[in-house]
């Protein structure tokens, strides 16, 4: 028998069975539709994540004080396990493959402008940050050397900070604002940057001298928290960080073999720590959801048994006019493959439907990829070929004088 | 007529054919030892009471079933050592089979029904297939009806579609087992009409019946009794179904159902 007439044969039966056929491939259904939605928010999360880190700027590198580096806060204890401005100025000097570093001071506070006030971030930093993290002044100018030597007031906005504290007709630059009741001159506002990775707003920032919010605002001489540093290349980032690995253990005295305190993250390590994360996440989400994929397909061997035992007349019949085990098996095989096909179908429908429903409502960052259909409906096929195997060659074995006196 | 017997190709030779059904603790020998010839253009019919082993040997003729000894030439081929697939194609190719139970496909048309044992030979191609399957259904009276579902047909519709579809392969011979058993009398008269006017035709037929006034249709009954040939009579007066059914008498509700019937 021809494959198009199979076809039809096999379309019809789960035609006379709607309702029947539409239960079966519910699982599937199910199945489908979340493995894609699965990995669609697996595969947003990722993306977002990424583009995030990557938004930290160019070639950077991080060094944090402390053993240990738990969900990017650093813990610090003891002289020994701080970094100090002469561990920053000895980087400065004696690594030739850093380009810029800074330190970084955070804080943040009620900033008041006239009779506006809005809450912000504050972070403390030299001139050469805005360098490393690309960050480009749009109106004003940027720190001066005196600026940071006298911890002078001075602050640069972000245009969400800009947009609450003035109205649309104030040039913000040059006016004055008060960060935790110190009175703070705005010399420069930032470029728009937008939304973040994670849908945080990049806008709403206020970056100030780091001597200023280090003494003035957390009154604190030696211990930086952060230090953010950006290597000359790309290619540099990892001998970067080992030329800073090296000069710190021998100012510190620590030998190559012991925990040192402090923590170098390059921006790739943090690339790869995350994706590695969510890849584990996402083939975890996939494989529950997969299950579901399973039952389906034990659904789909259920139903395609009873219809064998439902039909044994019918088979019988057929095999009596003519038709070999053969043409047994791969009539009701392609019934079996034709219900999860289907089933995926819909599937796939509705996991991209879904997926789109988590973007619109839920504001995640979901992405559907090409693979993660093809994916979801290759698996769907096996399934139908797996789970209809067994029922379809229950049929294809029958003997035709058997089947045809079955009640 | 006895000599140009002897001239005629022999369509069905079987010797010695015994067939034992082995049910663990009891053998049932329901073939033992059968020995018999049907010739092309005959029309036999098997005649013994239930359990004489009538199906059985029906259905190693039709290739439904294997003997469990004995040599069962079909059209000239050893059919008895044939495998499941080779079987198969037998049955598609050289036999056409009426079941008592009709055994139409449920919620398919009459013409798809007449279609089926084609759709397994994959050298007829769809146009052919149509065709042949619209002169089958010509050759049993039923062209108005090859589009209506086996439960908007009668019971005698429903057989003659059934032999519709046993013929529409061309077999070199129709096996019909109890093709009247479901039918009244004036049904399976015309019915026993369609198998004469078939058999007029060339068509090689043997027919399973344990009704003796069926096997009066045939022009030479094989009596079984226990799993044997007890007699073999050649009818010399056979009677004409035609003729028979115009003795019966009218009967009105029939005709009324089957107007009722047509009008659906
Ligand atoms: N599939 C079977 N399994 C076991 N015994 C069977 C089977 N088919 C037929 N028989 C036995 O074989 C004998 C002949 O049966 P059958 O050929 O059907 O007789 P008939 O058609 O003349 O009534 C009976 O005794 C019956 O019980
Ligand atoms: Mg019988």
């Known amino acids: ?407 | 007529m006895k000599e140009q017997d002897q001239e005629r190709k022999k369509i069905i030779s079987v010797s010695n054919l015994s067939k034992i059904y082995d049910m663990g603790a009891v053998k049932v020998h329901a073939l033992r030892g059968i020995d018999m010839d049907i010739k092309e253009g005959e029309f036999t019919a098997i005649m013994g009471h239930s359990g004489s082993g009538k199906s059985t040997l029906l259905n190693i003729l039709g290739c439904l079933d294997v003997p469990t000894e004995g040599k069962y030439y079909l059209d000239d081929a050893d059919v008895s050592h044939l495998n499941k697939n080779q079987l198969a194609r037998m049955r598609n190719r050289k036999i056409g089979f009426v079941f008592q139970t009709y055994n139409l496909l449920p919620r398919t048309s009459a013409l798809e029904n007449v279609e089926l044992p084609m759709l397994y030979n994959p050298e007829i191609r769809r146009k052919e297939r149509k065709d042949r399957a619209m002169n089958s259904l010509e050759l049993v009276g039923l062209t108005d009806w090859s589009g209506h579902f086996p439960n908007q047909l009668s019971g005698g519709q429903q057989q003659r579609v059934a032999i519709a579809r046993a013929l529409v392969n061309d077999p070199v011979i129709m096996l019909a087992d109890e093709p009247t058993g479901n039918l009244d009398t004036r049904t399976s008269f015309e019915v026993m009409k369609i198998f004469q006017e078939l058999n007029e035709k060339g068509i090689t037929i043997a027919l399973v019946t344990h009704e003796a006034d069926i096997s009066k249709f045939a022009a030479r009954n094989i009596l079984f009794r226990d799993g044997r040939i007890s007699k073999v009579t050649i009818i010399k007066n056979i009677k004409d179904a035609r003729e028979e059914l115009e003795k019966l008498p009218p009967e009105d509700e029939e005709m009324e159902e089957e107007k009722i019937n047509k009008l659906i």
């Not at chain 1, 403390?124 to 360098?131: A, I, K, M, P, T």
């Not at chain 1, 030597?149 to 006016?175: H, M, W």
């Not at chain 1, 139908?384 to 006196?405: C, H, N, Q, S, T």
């Open chain 1, 1 to 407: 028998m021809n494959l198009l007439n199979l076809f039809v044969i096999a379309l019809r039966s789960l035609n006379k069975n709607k309702i029947r056929s539409l239960l079966t491939m519910l699982g599937i259904i199910i199945g489908v539709a979340s493995v894609i939605s699965m990995l669609a928010i697996g595969q947003g999360s990722r993306d977002s994540i990424e583009s995030q880190i990557s938004g930290l700027g160019s070639n950077v590198i991080m060094v944090f004080p402390g053993a240990t580096f738990r969900g990017g806060v650093a813990t610090a204890a003891g002289s020994a396990q701080s970094l100090e401005m002469d561990d920053l100025e000895a980087i400065r000097a004696s690594c030739p493959s850093v380009k810029y570093i800074s330190p970084v001071a955070r804080s943040n506070g009620q900033i008041i402008a006239g009779s506006n006030n809005w809450n912000s971030s504050i972070r403390g930093v030299f001139n050469e940050y805005l360098d490393i993290r690309n960050v480009e002044v749009e109106s004003g100018s940027r720190f001066s050397e005196t600026d940071e030597k006298r911890a002078s007031k001075v602050c640069i906005i972000g245009q969400t900070v800009a947009e609450n504290l003035f109205d649309e007709y104030t040039d913000p630059v040059g006016e004055k604002i008060r960060i935790n009741k110190i009175p703070f001159t705005v010399i420069g506002l930032l470029k728009e940057k937008g939304q973040g990775g994670m849908g945080e707003d990049q806008d709403d920032i206020i970056y100030a001298p780091f001597s200023t919010v280090q003494r003035r605002m957390r009154g604190d001489r030696q211990n930086i928290s952060q230090i953010f540093i950006s290597a000359v290349s790309e290619e540099k980032i990892k001998l970067a960080s080992e030329e800073i690995d090296e000069l710190l253990r021998k100012r510190k005295n620590i030998s190559k073999y012991e925990d040192p305190p402090f923590n170098i993250r390059t921006q790739t390590e943090i690339v790869e720590m995350f994706t590695s994360t969510s890849n584990t996440m996402m083939v975890l989400l996939a494989g529950i959801a997969s299950i579901s994929l399973i039952v389906g397909g034990i659904g789909i061997m259920n139903i395609m048994l009873v219809s064998v035992t439902e039909r044994t007349r019918e088979i019988g019949l057929r095999m009596a006019v003519g038709a070999r085990g053969k043409d047994i098996l791969r009539q009701f095989l392609l019934e079996a493959i034709l219900l999860s096909l289907l089933g995926g179908l819909i599937g796939a429908a509705f996991g991209i439907l879904s997926s789109r429903l988590f973007v619109t409502i839920m504001d995640w960052p979901v992405t559907v990829s090409s693979y993660s259909v093809v994916l979801a409906f290759s698996f769907a096929f096996i399934i139908g070929v797996f789970f209809g195997w067994y029922p379809a060659g229950k049929a294809a074995r029958l003997i035709p004088m058997d089947a045809l006196r079955f009640e």
